[in-house]
């Protein structure tokens, strides 16, 4: 079985990736660019999965999701100050060059999840709400694919491992949840 992490950028989603890994959905990826590394994970998560989570889950009729949420205020001083940092010198650079190929795809993203490559805070909170809107919509009908959890809460460690495991079906583990990326609040 595969498991996608389907939450927006800076909404856990590094953090579900490292517990995933430790649960042995291997391997699992943090925004894998191609199409190939997603069809050989065992896992994967972030902007590249997110933007195409319905094309997936009709690749992978058994694939589980995660929809990693923040409250939007908290996830909006996050998005900002990440994409901030280095989002217009990434989208600016040539993606023909060598070496270089991932960037079409990190474009293809952007434009795919915010309609810009150099998104506004307006236009940020309405991706969050589109993409929510998506979610909700697609999985309505199928709600035993999905969890929807708040990996970035207060919510004790313990309780989100048995969250996830129980929805994947795997035995709970008894180790600290990973809390990682905190470089953006």
């Known amino acids: 079985m595969k498991v996608f992490g389907i939450g927006m950028p800076k909404t856990g989603t590094v953090s579900l990736t490292s517990a995933l890994d430790t649960l042995g959905f291997r391997p699992a990826l943090h925004n894998p660019w191609s199409h190939v590394e997603i069809a050989r994970c ?12 319905e094309a ?20 909006l001083a996050s998005i900002v100050g990440h994409y901030g940092k280095y989002l217009p ?8 060059e060598p ?5 079409w795809a990190y474009r293809e993203t952007i434009l795919s999840l915010f309609r810009s490559v150099r998104p506004s805070q307006p236009e940020f909170l309405a991706a969050y709400r589109r993409h929510d809107q998506r979610v909700r ?13 708040d990996i970035t ?16 079906d795997v035995p709970v583990l008894e180790v600290p949840f990973p809390h990682l990326n905190r470089a953006c609040p």
């Open 137 to 149: 919509q697609y999985f309505r009908t199928r709600p035993e694919r999905m969890l929807t959890i």
């Open 153 to 168: 809460s207060d919510l004790p460690g313990p309780e989100k491992w048995a969250r996830i495991c129980a929805f994947l």
């Open 99 to 103: 070496g270089k190929e991932h960037l």
């Open 89 to 96: 010198a990434q989208i600016e650079q040539g993606f023909t």
């Open 56 to 75: 997936l889950a009709s690749a992978w009729p058994d694939a589980k999701f995660i929809y990693t949420e923040r409250p939007m205020s908290l996830w």
């Open 42 to 53: 065992g896992s994967a998560t972030d902007a590249t999965i997110a933007y195409r989570f």
